[in-house]
């Protein structure tokens, strides 16, 4: 199916089909990053040609792009102006980077959910009554089943509330960034 011509004041948000990529560059520069990346989307322009658009200053307009490509979200092409001699930069999306960037993260929070699973199910562990840190079987019993915090007694802990709890984040997460993505890919 074939797209009508462009349509004024009705424009396409490029985020749509993947809000989690939404969610990321909210993270990285906020809602006024959004607002550039809209005004960028498909074209290539300089800060100040930014600036004019979102009516923002152009230093913060800078300072989200300068975000946005350490995030590897926009890029740019440096020419040098033959009538000064300063640089110009024209910005422009990278969709692919920032893609492949937010993948990198999924995994590694993913890598860290399942491996803190993986220690919740092989330990055993022992708090006192008083809220300190847990410890577990092992470091309780190096201590004698005191607390190195407060000295009371030690107590076992019963850890599947957590072990429940990190499961279904996992599953959700993967409900949500899709069945291939995997931590050990």
């Given at each position: 199916?074939?797209?009508?011509?462009?349509?004024?004041?009705?424009?396409?948000?490029?985020?749509?089909?993947?809000?989690?990529?939404?969610?990321f560059i909210?993270?990285?520069?906020?809602?006024?990053?959004?607002?550039?990346?809209?005004?960028?989307?498909?074209?290539?322009?300089?800060?100040?040609?930014?600036?004019?658009?979102?009516?923002?200053?152009?230093?913060?307009?800078?300072?989200?792009?300068?975000?946005?490509?350490?995030?590897?979200?926009?890029?740019?092409?440096?020419l040098r102006?033959?009538?000064?001699?300063?640089?110009?930069?024209?910005?422009?999306?990278?969709?692919?980077?920032?893609?492949?960037?937010?993948?990198?993260?999924?995994?590694?929070?993913?890598?860290?959910?399942?491996?803190?699973?993986e220690y919740?199910?092989?330990?055993?562990?022992?708090?006192?009554?008083?809220?300190?840190?847990?410890?577990?079987?092992?470091?309780?019993?190096?201590?004698?089943?005191?607390?190195?915090?407060?000295?009371?007694?030690?107590?076992?802990?019963?850890?599947?509330?957590?072990?429940?709890?990190?499961?279904?984040?996992?599953?959700?997460?993967?409900?949500?960034?899709?069945?291939?993505?995997?931590?050990?890919?």
């Open positions: 199916m074939e797209m009508a011509g462009k349509k004024e004041g009705k424009k396409v948000d490029p985020f749509s089909k993947n809000p989690a990529l939404k969610e909210k993270r990285v520069a906020g809602r006024h990053g959004l607002l550039i990346l809209s005004k960028l989307w498909g074209k290539q322009l300089t800060d100040e040609e930014l600036a004019k658009l979102t009516r923002l200053r152009v230093n913060l307009v800078r300072k989200i792009l300068y975000d946005l490509y350490e995030s590897r979200v926009v890029n740019y092409h440096r102006n033959e009538d000064n001699g300063w640089y110009i930069y024209r910005w422009y999306v990278q969709i692919d980077g920032a893609l492949e960037n937010l993948q990198s993260i999924q995994r590694e929070l993913l890598r860290k959910l399942e491996e803190r699973l919740e199910r092989s330990h055993m562990f022992f708090a006192c009554k008083n809220n300190c840190p847990r410890l577990t079987f092992e470091e309780a019993s190096e201590r004698e089943f005191r607390c190195p915090h407060c000295g009371e007694q030690l107590n076992f802990v019963d850890n599947k509330e957590i072990i429940a709890s990190l499961e279904a984040q996992i599953e959700v997460l993967r409900r949500q960034w899709g069945e291939g993505l995997q931590a050990n890919s």
